[in-house]
């Protein structure tokens, strides 16, 4: 099956950056889409950003528009997700997800996931 793993967390300060990354293996992923989600402690998991297979067409949470960037490396078989101008908010466990093709109702209709990385933000 699709094997997707996650890295790039870690701890960070308020107003800073990290570089997220979503490596597949087993299979390549130029057919699917690729989710990033992130479930905050206490809280219920929340879609992040999703890129389509073909990487045209890009989604994002509205409390995260204009600060996080996702794309996509099919070459490297890799997704990415920029995440800059960060808040203690964004802290939580993110995780990358893939579906074929597309990102429709991404939050709740993934395939196939990865274990997830911590991203902290706290100063």
């Known amino acids: 099956q699709l094997q997707l793993v996650e890295s790039g967390g870690g701890l960070v300060q308020p107003g800073g950056s990290l570089r997220l990354s979503c490596a597949a293996s087993r299979f390549n992923l130029d057919y699917y889409a690729i989710g990033w989600l992130r479930q905050a402690p206490g809280k219920e998991r929340e879609g992040v950003s999703c890129i389509s297979s073909s990487g045209s067409r890009t989604t994002y949470a509205d409390s995260v528009k204009g600060r996080f960037t996702i794309s996509r490396d099919n070459a490297k078989n890799t997704v990415y997700l920029q995440m800059n101008s960060l808040k203690p908010e964004d802290t939580a466990v993110y995780y990358c997800?893939?579906?074929?093709?597309?990102?429709?109702?991404?939050?709740?209709?993934?395939?196939?996931w990865g274990k997830g990385t911590l991203v902290t933000v706290s100063s």
């Open positions: 997800a893939a579906r074929l093709y597309h990102c429709s109702d991404y939050a709740g209709g993934m395939d196939y």
